[in-house]
């Protein structure tokens, strides 16, 4: 049963660039999340995919933008990025929103900004 | 807004040593609260999942409660293997949203 699969796994780039950022759910799951995770933090959500359509935003601007696909992967783009970008990017699965299930992680994809 | 707070932040525990870690939550209408283990390089690895105060669940050395407003992880007799870093993350309000709400996490060491 394959998990929740991200890529690339390591990505340096540098400031002003634009970064794209992959993901594939696990299987049997139709809503995509992604968190943003700094060193010695939580997880802060950054937004959830279900249906191709954004449906919840955490407090991200704008440069933060996604995508879901109709096989259900998505994709997390940053705009514009700054040195404060740098962090482990996770994205998790689940089942359908609005039911209490727990969260899918893949092992993120760790952003450098230099 | 939701709160989640983890404490302690560290802990640092020797073989056989049980201890428990801590995880208080300040949400309207709570959902369901999770226990999470990250090892470090990884995703968040789901361990629980806790609907209502009493409940009680258990894998291996592993025990989580809950209470109205906090949850326990209670380790019993921790392996070096147990180290990694745990989280918890609360669901909660109305309206079918049920974001998680993770707290910073409790970073496990346990030498042998």
């Known amino acids: 049963d394959a998990g929740v699969t991200q890529s690339p796994t390591h990505l340096i780039k540098t400031r002003g660039q634009q970064v794209t950022l992959r993901c594939s759910p696990k299987?049997?799951?139709?809503?995509v999340s992604w968190y943003q995770q700094a060193l010695g933090q939580g997880p802060q959500f950054i937004f959830q995919y279900y249906e191709e359509e954004e449906r919840q935003r955490g407090n991200f601007p704008d440069r933060f933008s996604g995508h879901q696909f109709p096989n259900y992967s998505s994709e997390l783009n940053v705009n514009a990025l700054l040195l404060g970008d740098s962090a482990l990017y996770l994205c998790a699965s689940s089942l359908t929103p609005g039911q209490i299930s727990p969260l899918h992680f893949g092992n993120g994809t760790r952003l450098t900004v230099t | 807004e939701d709160q989640v707070t983890q404490s302690p932040e560290a802990l640092r525990l020797q073989e056989g040593e049980s201890s428990s870690l801590n995880c208080s939550y300040t949400?309207?209408?709570?959902?369901?609260l999770f226990w999470y283990r990250q090892d470090p390089g990884k995703g968040p690895e789901f361990l629980f999942t806790?609907?209502?105060a009493g409940e009680e669940k258990e894998k291996e050395r592993l025990k989580a409660t809950l209470t109205k407003k906090e949850s326990f992880l209670h380790i019993t007799a921790p392996k070096p293997e147990d180290s990694a870093t745990y989280l918890c993350?609360?669901?909660?309000?109305?309206?079918?949203?049920?974001?998680?709400?993770f707290g910073r996490g409790t970073s496990l060491i346990v030498h042998p």
């Open positions: 993350a609360v669901q909660a309000g109305s309206g079918g949203s049920y974001i998680p709400t």
């Open positions: 806790l609907y209502s």
């Open positions: 949400v309207s209408g709570l959902r369901g």
């Open positions: 299987s049997g799951h139709d809503t």
